[in-house]
């Protein structure tokens, strides 16, 4: 049978499956969309059911584009006998399209292709600002709350509920919500309908209408759903309605690779799909044909020490391809020298033979490319960004460069100032701030200016004498170097973009705790961190052959080592690995403890104050007072924000541990060797002060 041909006994369990409910288990690289468009294949050929009477849906549409390929290869894109595979949301706008007149009358609908400007006056009714990211976070925080069935009558209970961290006050976001809301449906009735509502209203007319309903379900008799771990609330609600009290339903997920929770995405319909169809047929698909045994090795492990998972759906994966070289474990003093060491191991690979294309630089947040967009720029590497936008082409760049040439024209700042503080004072009016901001498009833009900051404070450590001028044209230079004509090169990606990809080789960098896991999950739940642990094992599984992870104990070339290896490396580091030997001292290395009650310090803040930020602080309110006007002066006479000399929580741990010596202060973390010489003698002499 054509069907069945190349497929192994699993693969060929899961076409062969009978018609009806069927779970598909799916790790990664073990040929699901090969699997499943054999399926309906299969289902077509023995006249289960007509191709034009089966919809497939997926989440992205390159992935619909690749299942639609498949299924032509197969002859199922003949006349009559179609198959319709979509995203949900283009089969949800086919659909409303047809039944809006009949379900809702004369009125009409269109397409909300750019939300932002509703947005933004939505949000200057609510009395928050109008800029690209705070609108983007509103319209993000709205999108959420849509795929999660929560309105916003409903939304701060929610939110509040889930622990949610919102881009502004909850209240504030919910009237924005409703304001958006109201502000599309006009004065006649017509509405503007935006992507979730494509979802929300199909659902809501097969709902409510049996007539429209059983139309639809003539039409399409049997459903295939894609990527079934990251299926929302809203798109559960159409699966639902598409299919009624019938079960002909085939899903196909991997718990394993559930990432997309923050926009909604929940892995508890795969998970619960035995108990909601007891008589499912569940198929497992382990062999893995894109990785070798050394990569699918480290990816088991470092998902087996998962917490949370649901044992019936725990997928082991087993290596098909011969074997290969074992992944390389790195660490390093700092990002920079991380940088500089992957370059010339993707050298060597092209030397090979390995072809840049299948070459991939993977890292969690956008602002970590940029150190590598430079090492490749100095090597002659060329490089693609996926996800995003080169360094130097992001708005907020562009945006600070441009105005740090205008400053650099001006003749009124300070000539024996600190370049890095004056730096960091022209950020400010960009997004630049002491601590990161909420809202996921806002923190993106601190980090990037954070970046810039950084590579600032690179370029003095060569070059000590650097004026604003130097700095303004060096910028340039390296933004007219990110302008090569568009080339098939070495990919840069952020874990969540290469979602769906795999390449020869992999670089997963920045493997550290703060950054894989992220800040912001190690200071909320359990669930986050085990979140950033699977997106940890997307990374590795990305990787076909060659895979090299490595961490940096510093940002900036010699920084302070403050960072360590992440905590998902942990039993994953062979005992003989380089890597293992150079960073013993960092395993080793007893993890801050609060000075009042002896726990571990977890989180930035606590870490900064020496204490856990719920035991009782021993504040002397005079020298806090006292070093907050001092700081104030610092900040005038320098002309920088008073964040740029000291943040809070260095000011209220000072004022908390009263350092009575150099060694005493600098044990306070945020006071590094350049803090101590520009102000470790006026802070001493505060402390003294105030001590009389």
Excluded at 544 to 554: C, G, K, N, Y
Excluded at 583 to 590: E, F, H, Y
Aim: proline content about 5%.
């Amino acid at each position: 049978m054509r069907t069945l041909e190349g497929l192994d006994p699993e693969q060929q369990a899961a076409v062969l499956a009978p018609r009806g409910p069927v779970c598909v288990l799916a790790g990664a690289g073990t040929g699901k969309t090969r699997t499943i468009t054999r399926r309906i294949a299969h289902l077509v050929s023995e006249g289960h059911v007509r191709g034009s009477q089966v919809l497939a849906v997926t989440f992205t549409a390159r992935a619909a584009g690749e299942m639609r390929g498949r299924l032509r290869s197969l002859g199922l894109a003949e006349s009559g006998n179609t198959v319709q595979a979509m995203t949900f949301h283009a089969a949800a706008r086919r659909q409303l399209r047809y039944f809006w007149p009949q379900a809702i009358g004369d009125t009409r609908w269109e397409l909300l292709d750019n939300k932002f400007p509703v947005v933004s006056r939505a949000a200057r009714r609510a009395g928050l600002d109008t800029s690209t990211e705070t609108l983007r976070d509103l319209a993000s925080e709205i999108e959420w709350a849509k795929a999660s069935l929560i309105g916003h009558e409903d939304y701060v209970t929610a939110v509040a509920a889930r622990r949610r961290e919102t881009p502004q006050p909850p209240a504030k976001v919910a009237a924005v919500y409703a304001a958006y809301e109201e502000a599309k449906i006009s004065r006649d009735g017509d509405r503007l309908l935006d992507f979730d509502d494509l979802l929300l209203m199909t659902t809501a007319i097969l709902r409510d209408n049996d007539a429209l309903a059983e139309e639809f379900r003539d039409r399409y008799r049997c459903f295939v759903v894609d990527e079934y771990q990251d299926v929302t609330p809203a798109q559960q609600g159409l699966l639902d309605a598409w299919l009624g009290a019938r079960d002909d339903l085939t899903v196909v997920g991997d718990a394993n690779q559930t990432i997309y929770t923050f926009t909604g995405a929940s892995p508890k319909y795969l998970l619960d799909f035995t108990r909601r169809f007891p008589d499912a047929e569940m198929v497992r698909l382990e062999r893995d044909y894109r990785s070798t045994p050394q990569v699918v090795g480290l990816a088991n492990r470092a998902i087996g020490a998962a917490r949370g998972r649901v044992a019936g759906t725990r997928l082991a994966l087993i290596g098909q391809r011969p074997p290969g070289p074992e992944p390389v474990f790195a660490e390093f003093d700092d990002e920079p020298s991380e940088a500089v060491a992957v370059t010339k191991e993707i050298k060597k690979l092209l030397t090979q033979g390995v072809p840049a294309s299948e070459i991939a630089i993977l890292y969690r947040v956008n602002a970590q490319a940029q150190v590598h967009e430079d090492a490749l720029t100095a090597a002659g590497i060329a490089y693609q960004v996926r996800g995003g936008e080169a360094f130097f082409q992001r708005t907020e760049i562009r945006q600070a460069t441009r105005s740090i040439a205008q400053a650099a024209a001006r003749d009124d700042l300070p000539a024996d100032g600190d370049l890095s503080m004056i730096v960091t004072a022209i950020l400010v009016p960009l997004g630049l701030s002491d601590e990161a901001p909420a809202g996921t498009q806002a923190r993106q833009r601190w980090e990037s200016l954070r970046a810039l900051v950084t590579l600032t404070e690179d370029l003095l450590a060569d070059t000590p004498d650097l004026t604003l001028g130097a700095l303004s044209a060096e910028l340039e230079m390296r933004a007219q170097a990110r302008h090569p004509p568009t080339v098939q090169g070495v990919t840069l990606s952020s874990l969540h973009a290469a979602k769906g990809l795999e390449w020869d080789a992999v670089f997963l960098v920045g493997v550290t705790d703060g950054s894989l896991p992220i800040n912001q999950a190690i200071n909320g739940s359990e669930e986050e961190v085990e979140e950033e642990r699977r997106l940890f094992y997307v990374g590795i599984t990305r990787a076909r052959e060659h895979l090299h992870i490595s961490w940096a104990l510093a940002r900036a070339a010699g920084g302070r080592k403050g960072r360590r290896r992440s905590r998902f490396l942990i039993g994953l580091v062979p005992d003989d690995s380089p890597a293992s030997r150079i960073a013993q001292p960092v395993r080793n290395r007893a993890r801050p403890q609060c000075r009042v009650c002896g726990k571990q310090l977890l989180g930035k803040t606590a870490s900064l104050l020496g204490r856990c930020e719920s035991c009782p602080s021993n504040l002397d309110e005079d020298l806090f007072l006292a070093l907050k006007e001092w700081r104030s002066e610092q900040a005038r006479e320098q002309k920088v924000p008073a964040f740029v000399i000291f943040s809070d929580n260095t000011l209220i741990a000072i004022a908390e541990q009263r350092p009575a010596d150099v060694a005493a202060l600098v044990a306070i973390p945020g006071i590094g060797p350049k803090k101590l010489d520009q102000y470790g003698e006026m802070v001493l002499g505060l402390v003294a002060a105030t001590s009389d």
